[in-house]
């Protein structure tokens, strides 16, 4: 499934966030590249152990916890730290590749298995020409471009890859979601049910029988498919 969530960061979010990627050390993208996708790579990332790093990522987690529908689509149980990324000039692509299963979190402190792969863009689609992120999934290639603060979640098994930017710079971030439903297929199932289930209580009521019939139904799949 892939799903466009709108807004993870505020306007005010977005300000900040792009004052701190102005000022920030940037460095070769290929440091967090396996060897494959090293080869595809050519952009420029953020140092981890940073503190604009430090600053973005606490803006891009604390806009994910505040949006609903990420946790409806996620269903997280691990999100690895934002990591930020820059395309323009000579470092301005990233050829087809799929991201590794496993990230291991530079601070040594665990892993996380990359179920859901998601980008929140952080340039407006008219600063830059070219950068689509082109994603495969089931229907076909898919040509993603978001306004500033909007986010992509994309199954993490999909190919990938971004397109040559030629004009202007596209900067965003980029993170893997551990998932507490591992497939694809009961993730999406899920999330529909519970977006059909939430504007049947908008319209019929909390106490409304078949609300509460279809609400024991989501919890019993995902008691049956959560996995801790
Ligand atoms: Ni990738």
């Not at 952009?43 to 409806?72: I, M, T, W, Y």
């Amino acid at each position: 499934m892939l799903l466009h969530v709108r807004k993870v960061l505020s306007a005010d979010e977005l300000r900040a966030a792009r004052r701190l990627l102005a000022a920030a050390p940037w460095g070769d993208g290929r440091v967090t590249a396996g060897e494959q996708s090293a080869r595809a790579k050519n952009n420029q990332q953020l140092p981890e152990a940073c503190e604009a790093s430090r600053q973005l990522q606490k803006l891009v987690l604390d806009g994910l916890a505040r949006h609903q529908l990420f946790f409806s689509a996620a269903l997280p149980k691990q999100i690895s730290p934002p990591l930020f990324n820059r395309y323009g000039g000579e470092a301005n692509s990233f050829g087809n590749h799929v991201d590794s299963a496993v990230r291991y979190l530079s601070d040594g402190s665990g892993r996380v298995r990359t179920d859901i792969s998601c980008t929140v863009f952080l340039a407006e689609p008219d600063e830059y020409d070219g950068g689509e992120l082109m994603v495969e999934d089931t229907y076909g290639q898919q040509r993603v471009k978001l306004p500033a603060g909007d986010m992509v979640l994309y199954p993490g098994h999909s190919v990938h890859r971004v397109e040559p930017v030629t004009r202007g710079q596209r900067v965003a971030s980029f993170f893997w979601v551990h998932s507490m439903v591992r497939s694809d297929e009961r993730r999406r199932l899920l999330f529909e049910m519970d977006q059909h289930l939430m504007s049947l209580r908008t319209r019929n009521g909390e106490t409304d029988p078949a609300v509460i019939g279809l609400t024991a139904t989501y919890h019993n799949l995902l008691r049956m498919w959560l996995e801790f």
